[in-house]
T-cell receptor
């Protein structure tokens, strides 16, 4: 199956710093990637859709200036949490959309990044 | 807005017992997908159902898509400790082709 690499897996940072998370599709090209946020024992909440070569589309309530997304190539999307604060601490997961042999659109997920802001 | 609910929220079974999670959408879905997330891990795609009333099996797992395409179920026969994790259903966000709305999830615990 398709492989999505997400880095780093864990980040601990001081309040006010910015953190960049990378999401790479390793063996396929992904024109569309997604960024989710997951709180403990809760479901995945879609934050934004990352489109290669164009601006990201943010879900309602997600600050685009806070969570900067760049999709510069067909295999790489980055999420930068700017001026992070403790309330930004969470598990961030990316996914990349791929079509399987049957034409189904499937999302393959990265391993996630656990962000802790002190 | 579109909501996808799952019940139960949590279930604890002994190894060998069966398990079922139910998924209900507030809107009709063009398809339903199921994912499994192990503790500390990330969601892994299990299957996609497209047709009304469709039933698919993967070894001990049986997936069903309702006739009205608003509900689905996942049944595990004779659970094993390797089945531990949270099971999410997900459906396309209304009006989009690729965005998914994830269900609330069912966390399964299996003990010996």
């Amino acid at each position: 199956g398709a492989v999505v690499s997400q880095h780093p897996s864990r980040v601990i940072c001081k309040s006010g710093t910015s953190v960049k998370i990378e999401c790479r599709s390793l063996d396929f090209q992904a024109t569309t990637m997604f960024w989710y946020r997951q709180f403990p024992k809760q479901s995945l909440m879609l934050m934004a859709t990352s489109n290669e070569g164009s601006k990201a589309t943010y879900e309602q309530g997600v600050e685009k200036d806070k969570f900067l997304i760049n999709h510069a190539s067909l295999t790489l999307s980055t999420l930068t949490v700017t001026s992070a604060h403790p309330e930004d601490s969470s598990f961030y997961i990316c996914s990349a959309r791929s079509q399987d042999r049957g034409g189904k659109n499937i999302q393959y997920f990265g391993a996630g990044t656990r962000l802790s802001v002190l | 807005g579109q909501q996808v609910m799952q019940i139960p929220q949590y279930q604890h079974v002994q190894e060998g017992e069966d398990f079922t999670t139910y998924c209900n959408s507030s809107t009709t879905l063009s398809n339903i997908q199921w994912y499994k997330q192990r503790p500390g891990g990330h969601p892994v795609f299990l299957i996609q159902l497209v047709k009304s009333g469709e039933v698919k099996k993967q070894k001990r797992l049986t997936f069903q898509f309702g006739e009205a395409k608003k509900n689905s179920s996942l049944h595990i026969t004779a659970t094993q400790t390797t089945d531990v994790g949270t099971y999410f259903c997900a459906g396309p966000v209304t009006g989009t082709a690729s965005k998914l709305t994830f269900g609330t999830g069912t966390r399964l615990q299996v003990t010996l």
